[in-house]
């Protein structure tokens, strides 16, 4: 079974980089055709897809936030990060990872994720 767990800073302020750890446990990242996501929760708003590595390292970025946006990889701790530059107040929200078994861009809707973590609170304030 897979499981997740996000780590990191729940208080920035504005124009700092946040930088979120997704653990994953039961199963390789590198195993084939497994994706690994992030997903965020603004307060009063929708879930917003951010982007998503592959088991093979590439990666897709929503085109909102591509100029601030990288996931990145570590396959010898079998985690992967988020580093969002530049934040305001308006990246407050609970980022969360997901994974599945094939590649969704864009898309939130939870049915189409095998596993979740259970969400961490980011909030960007002066």
């Known amino acids: 079974q897979v499981q997740l767990q996000e780590s990191g800073p729940g208080l920035l302020k504005p124009w700092q980089t946040l930088s979120l750890t997704c653990t994953v446990s039961g199963i390789s990242m590198s195993t084939a055709n497994y994706y690994w996501t992030w997903i965020r929760h603004p307060p009063g708003k929708g879930l917003e897809w951010m982007g998503v590595?592959?088991?093979?390292?590439?990666?897709y970025y929503s085109p909102s936030l591509k100029s601030r946006i990288s996931i990145v990889r570590d396959t010898s701790k079998n985690q992967f990060m988020l580093q969002l530059l530049y934040v305001t107040p308006e990246d407050t929200a609970v980022y969360y990872c997901?994974?599945?078994?094939?590649?969704?861009?864009?898309?939130?809707?939870?049915?189409?994720?095998?596993?979740w973590g259970q969400g961490t609170q980011v909030t960007v304030s002066s």
């Open positions: 590595v592959s088991y093979s390292g590439s990666t």
């Open positions: 997901a994974a599945s078994k094939r590649l969704i861009l864009g898309a939130t809707s939870e049915n189409l994720f095998d596993s």
